[in-house]
């Protein structure tokens, strides 16, 4: 098997794509633009289930009321892995996509705009989300009450109540979740990519080259999503290291 370079390339031939992402791939296009084809995609996909996910959490965490109103509901889908959704999703969508939302049939932008997939963006979406609901609802729980007491008596409204104690106690946990829930996404990248009418991403890449052999670029774009991932969470460690360094000296 280790002689085998179509079932293990060598380590030679994963770096030589590596150091040259512009080269074409199985006409495909070049390493680097299939990658930022894919970081698109997530980063759409995760945007929309942080914008959903931050609200609809502060609200469960917060109200009581609301909890009861969704939380059973949502805890029946939160066990489902986004690729069982593909069948359903593709019944909801087909293959319509943003050219198809701005009207566009033609042209450069129709190109660009025909990458992103309502079908995938879904997918992402529905991994992103739930990491990122639970953290939200987490943080706002785990709200010292005493405080939002005591902003009540001393005449706080509910608008000061949200902006100087409850979301900046609640932010660390939101943050954290929003760090996994971007992890998550981009583990259903793949998956996304692999719905039908997708001809570009680093996962269909990947999924292309596995039926034409080429593991050498199956590995490379295995390593350039690990890669890819790894530097983002880099960055929210960041953000989290400068932002909210109050925590580690009440602890």
């Known amino acids: 098997m280790i002689g085998n370079k179509v079932i293990l390339p060598t380590v030679g031939e994963v770096a030589e794509l590596l150091f040259h992402p512009n080269e074409d791939l199985l006409s495909m296009g070049s390493l680097i633009t299939n990658i930022v084809v894919s970081l698109f995609r997530v980063l759409l996909g995760y945007i929309v289930a942080v914008l959903v996910a931050i609200p609809l959490g502060i609200a ?15 805890n029946l889908f939160r066990p489902i892995p986004p690729l069982a959704w593909v069948p359903l999703v593709m019944a909801w969508f087909g293959i319509a996509s943003f050219a198809d939302l701005f009207g566009v049939d033609r042209g450069p932008w129709f190109v660009y705009l025909n990458n992103f997939k309502y079908s995938m963006i879904f997918i992402i979406f529905i991994g992103a989300f ?11 729980r785990n709200v010292n009450r005493v405080f939002i007491d005591t902003a009540r008596v001393l005449g706080a409204g509910e608008f000061d109540i949200f902006r100087k104690i409850l ?13 996994i ?6 583990m259903c990248l793949v998956s996304a990519e692999m719905l039908p009418g997708s001809i570009s991403g680093v996962g269909y890449l990947i999924t292309h080259a596995y039926t034409m052999a080429s593991t050498d670029i199956v590995v490379a774009g295995m390593f350039s999503i690990g890669l890819t991932g790894a530097l983002m969470d880099w960055l929210f ?13 009440a602890r």
């Not at 829930?181 to 981009?186: C, D, I, K, T, Y």
């Open 60 to 74: 469960m965490g917060y109200y009581v009321s609301v909890h009861t109103m969704f939380g059973d509901f949502l």
């Open 130 to 140: 739930y990491p990122v609901l639970t953290s939200s609802i987490h943080g706002v």
């Open 167 to 179: 979301l900046p106690a609640a932010l660390p946990s939101m943050v954290n979740g929003m760090r």
């Open 237 to 249: 460690r960041r953000i989290e290291r400068r932002c909210f360094s109050w925590q580690r000296l």
């Open 181 to 186: 829930g971007l992890g998550v996404a981009w």
